[in-house]
């Protein structure tokens, strides 16, 4: 996770002289004979050294993101995602913990309800084929709780260790902590140990030992200053991982460009940043390893709506994940691969509602130009398997005709196989540059293309050329356009190369006498054939659609523009994540293709078809003599190359959807009336005069929330007082954007409307305009909403009221506090969990829940709204009917058409699914997913409206259709246990 104050940015920046274009960068050669190969002790299951990780003795290239089942609370939704992942080429995907979403209160912990139960993502993980990085560590308040820390951490040790790699599982590393970068006090380089970081990371480290974690264990630093608790830098010191990673997020970490500006200097876009040199000094025998690369970008409160996809979009994805390469990195976790949505109180201060991170799997699940980009480089990577052994023979523009083209050489000591990373000299240039580039292959050295054309880099771009690539027996000498895959194909490769469109290339293959062009779209390609000693150039002055080849050696090469190269998948017929090449079949043309399978003679597909007619190809094993499509047999034709060729029509419906304009409504703030009787189970009188806070109040009693047992969301305060008194001076925090108001005796007397950066509000309200007793109790509400706790040492700054006094010589008698229904003592919706709902009147008594009966409520839309100060609860019910075989998305969109001054909260199911405030923020647009919306049956929504001023609210909601696909991947499925209905019990909560 990444949110801190600019250091490890800024400092990573500091240390970046680009060295690209700058010159030659010493090498630090060497063979893999030269470097030891470590294991972790206790097997050889999974071993390292400074090229690579190895599983099970064969080299991987680590190519996984991250994605927090806890964001995405539907099970059944993350094999959606796993699939997603596992199509895109990736080996391995990553996750964290969260201590809150499993543990509501001290004596709970929860592993079984509901999505709760991660175990079933690992059951996933190793049906769809990928390898884990486990990283259960609790990054929120780990200090505060540190008490209850290790019995979590026990439980879920015991839960992973039956998935690990070496017990038949695909959990193949496992991280302690995170972003923990305590090792050394002061300057890292001066190695002065802080002792109670490193027993405590040794703590965990047995911990997760005693219970069976068996795999290498990792770390990742926050930034490349802390260089802690590696056993190249400091070896054998006490507290060291197995492999000490680091994360970097180049781009802005936030979709806010502003909240990028340190002491530095101006954020610069597509800036890249020197790692090599930090892994060579830091972690030397062991792999280049960001557990977290930067995948995207969060997006704050008063962010853009819809986040930062052009900042952070495809071509980031292209340069970026292109440069780690060329810095020898060869485990990469895109921190979010699938950023979900921070639902219920899920949210630190500084995020909104969304945690979509522009991350390359949209928030509503749909995939795109990021993706596909994302896509390329990774299944690139999962077979070219010398890449997990090389070194860096070079780095400079001298390699290229064109000075503002540099180059990185990685070379394979073992089978002189190279990869010439290229990219601007000068890397945030966005020109288009076209150039000949120097290679030196086992036919000798030289200039390519050697028959006219060029090698482009069109803006924000690079590109991996390859030489001596080798394809099972075959070589590709070199090529001009960058290989997207191959497969072996009854034995002989079918390579797949790619290019922009337009563009020209040239490739060379070893062996072969004889080639010719077999098939071509639109737009010809006017291929050439030179045959020399060692083999056959091809020239292809345009590339455009999709061109097939094929030569005399039995090799077939499909060369594809970008946009068809963004539709063509590698499935295998295998669940090994290192996706056998001889175990491969290679498709073109749907949206996506989740997986492939042997059926008889036919072969089974299945995935994804968006355009209405869509043309698959499919080049399998010639004993495939058909091919069905989501279970549906197709009119196959076999092509005079043998590839076998269908169309599918995609029949995906119209869905209508409801209109939701049939509401009821409710008074949700009883509480503000002088009538209002708060000796109910719902309230706790705050009474404490002590606080174990290190933040002390100004005055007495204690109003903190967290002290009473309560902790998130929607939190009330009753204060008492006897005698006349003109005004209140309060102090109240909530977090970032958070807000608050009061009402004296039912008058309302003002509000704290919020700011996206401030998360304290003081504020001295008049009585002038209110009702004040003189012979009778005076009640002064205050209803606050609470958007988190702080990240780190500052998770234990309070949520409450700091200063409560009254001027004109009262006092307060007393204070309640109302929260959460029962606070931490003892949860009632246990699947939806603890995170999940907040102390409003309409929160406790349940009415945001299916199944609660507000017949007695009054008629009235949102969209009328009403007038002045105060909250109110709507209700509707609508019936979704989407047909089984589709993947259908859905978002409900939210406009505040009269005042802004509001702040809503919408719920889905009894799922807090938006936190919609358009004073401090810009989302408008809250996708939720399957499962907790119900797709075969009735839905209920709710959506408390807070007029934080006399303007009073209205709000517009709509549900609105994101995307609807034909899929394999059904969105309807049985998911009534996700959903608990509304109970008596919530009637005591009054
Ligand atoms: C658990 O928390 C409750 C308050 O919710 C407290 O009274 C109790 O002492 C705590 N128990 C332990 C073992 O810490
Ligand atoms: C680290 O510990 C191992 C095993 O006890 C030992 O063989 C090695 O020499 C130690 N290395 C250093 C640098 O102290």
């Not at 190249?232 to 010191?237: H, Q």
């Amino acid at each position: 996770m990444r949110i801190l104050g600019g250091f490890s940015w800024v400092s990573a920046l500091t240390l970046s002289v680009c060295l690209i274009g700058n010159g030659v960068v010493q090498a630090q050669n060497g063979s893999p004979s030269q470097w030891p190969l470590h294991d972790n002790g206790l097997n050889d299951v999974v071993q390292w050294d400074h090229y690579s990780f190895k599983v099970n003795g064969q080299r991987l290239f680590v190519f996984s993101g991250e994605l927090h089942y806890w964001r995405i609370p539907v099970p059944e939704v993350w094999e959606d995602l796993l699939e997603k992942i596992k199509a895109a080429g990736f080996t391995a995907f990553a996750f964290y913990g969260n201590w809150a979403w499993h543990s509501a209160n001290n004596h709970t912990l929860d592993f079984e309800t509901g999505a709760h139960n991660f175990e079933r993502l690992l059951e996933t993980a190793k049906r769809v084929g990928l390898y884990v990085i486990v990283r259960p560590g609790p990054y929120v308040n780990a200090e505060a709780n540190a008490g209850g820390f290790p019995l979590w951490l026990t439980t879920v040790h015991t839960i992973t260790s039956k998935h690990l790699v070496t017990k038949g599982g695909t959990a193949f590393v496992y991280q302690i902590e995170n972003e923990y970068g305590e090792q050394w006090v002061g300057d890292a380089s001066k190695k002065v140990p802080n002792e109670s970081a490193a027993r405590y990371m040794a703590l965990l480290e047995a911990s997760a030992r005693d219970n069976g974690i068996d795999v290498p264990l990792i770390h990742n630093n926050p930034n490349m200053n802390s260089k802690s608790w590696s056993q190249d830098f400091a070896p054998n010191a006490t507290g060291n991982v197995d492999v000490s990673g680091v994360d970097s997020y180049p781009s802005c970490w936030s979709c806010n460009l502003d909240e990028c500006t340190g002491t530095n200097g101006e954020y610069v876009a597509y800036q890249v940043v020197n790692y090599y040199d930090y892994f060579k000094n830091t972690t030397p025998t062991e792999p280049s390893f960001f557990p977290e690369f930067q995948g995207g970008s969060y997006n704050p409160w008063g962010g853009p709506e819809g986040g930062c996809p052009g900042d952070i979009g495809a071509d980031f994805a292209n340069l970026f994940y292109r440069n780690l390469i060329s810095q020898r990195v060869t485990a990469i976790s895109l921190y979010m691969m699938y950023g979900g949505t921070n639902w219920g109180a899920f949210a630190a201060p500084v995020v909104a509602t969304s945690y979509d991170y522009s991350s390359p799997i949209s928030e509503n699940r749909k995939i795109d130009s990021k993706y596909y980009e994302t896509k390329n480089l990774a299944m690139f990577t999962r077979v070219a398997k010398d890449l997990t052994i090389t070194n860096r023979v070079e780095n400079s523009t001298s390699y290229s005709t064109n000075s503002a083209i540099a180059t990185s050489e990685l070379r394979n000591p073992d089978t002189n196989a190279a990869f010439y990373v290229t990219i601007h000299s000068y890397s945030p240039s966005s020109t288009k540059e076209s150039f000949q580039l120097r290679v030196s292959t086992s036919v000798g050295n030289l200039t390519i293309p050697q028959r006219g054309g060029s090698i482009f880099l069109n803006g924000h771009q690079s590109k991996i050329v390859v030489t001596d690539f080798a394809m099972g027996k075959q070589i590709l000498t070199y090529s001009t356009a960058e290989v997207l895959t191959y497969a072996l194909i009854d034995g002989h490769p079918v390579l797949v190369l790619w290019t922009g469109a337009g563009e020209s290339t040239e490739f060379h293959l070893k062996g072969a006498t004889k080639g010719a062009v077999r098939s071509q779209s639109v737009g010809a390609t006017n291929a050439t054939f030179h045959a020399d000693e060692h083999g056959i150039l091809t020239s292809i002055p345009a590339v455009n659609g999709m061109a097939i080849f094929e030569f005399d050696n039995n090799v077939k090469v499909i060369v594809a523009d970008k946009p068809t190269a963004y539709l063509i998948w590698a499935p295998n017929l295998s669940n090994d994540p290192f996706g056998p090449v001889d175990k491969s079949v290679i498709v073109v043309g749907p949206y996506l293709v989740r997986s492939a399978s042997p059926d008889g003679h036919s072969l089974s597909l299945k995935g994804d078809i968006l355009a209405n007619n869509t043309i698959i190809e499919v080049f399998a094993s010639k004993e495939v003599r058909a091919v069905s499509w989501n279970g549906k047999g197709l009119r196959t034709q076999r092509t005079p190359y043998g590839s076998l060729k269908a169309g599918v029509a995609s029949s995906t419906p119209k869905i209508t959807l409801p209109s939701l304009d049939s509401w009821k409504v409710h008074d949700s703030l009883p509480e503000r009336l002088p009538t209002y009787k708060d000796d109910g189970p719902a309230w706790i009188e705050a009474n404490h005069s002590t606080t174990p806070n290190p933040t002390k109040p100004d005055t007495l009693p204690v109003l903190y929330v967290d002290d009473y047992g309560f902790h998130n969301s929607f939190h009330l305060f009753r204060g008492y007082f006897e005698r006349p008194a003109t005004a209140v001076n309060l102090a109240v925090q909530g977090g970032m954007a958070f807000g608050w108001s009061a009402w004296l005796n039912g008058d309302f007397l003002g509000s704290y409307l919020g700011n996206s950066s401030v998360g304290t509000a003081n504020m001295t309200l008049s009585f002038e305009n209110a009702t004040v007793h003189s012979n009778r109790s005076n009640i002064l509400l205050v209803a606050q909403d609470n958007t988190g706790h702080d990240l780190r040492a500052a998770a234990v700054q309070p949520r409450g009221i700091l200063r409560a006094s009254l001027e004109g010589g009262a006092s307060f008698t007393k204070w309640k506090i109302a929260g959460e229904v029962n606070g931490e003592r003892q949860q009632l919706d246990p699947v939806r969990g603890p995170l999940s709902e907040g102390g409003l009147t309409a929160e406790r008594l349940g009415w945001h829940l299916p199944g609660f009966d507000d017949s007695a409520w009054n008629s009235s839309s949102p969209s009328t709204g009403f007038s002045g100060a105060g909250i109110s609860f709507y209700r509707t019910t609508f019936a979704m009917n989407i047909p089984t075989g589709v993947d259908a998305s859905f978002a409900f969109v939210l406009n505040a058409p009269a005042s802004r001054k509001v702040r809503v909260q919408l719920f889905v199911n009894g799922y807090q699914y938006a936190r919609f405030n358009p004073w401090v923020g810009n989302e408008v647009r809250f996708p939720v997913p399957p499962g907790v919306l119900n797709y075969a049956g009735d839905n209920t929504v709710g959506l408390s409206v807070w007029a934080q001023s006399e303007e009073g609210a209205k709000v517009d909601v709509r549900l609105e259709q994101e995307y609807a696909v034909e899929s394999s991947w059904s969105s309807r499925f049985e998911s009534e246990y996700l959903r608990p209905r509304w109970t008596a019990e919530r009637l005591q909560y009054v």
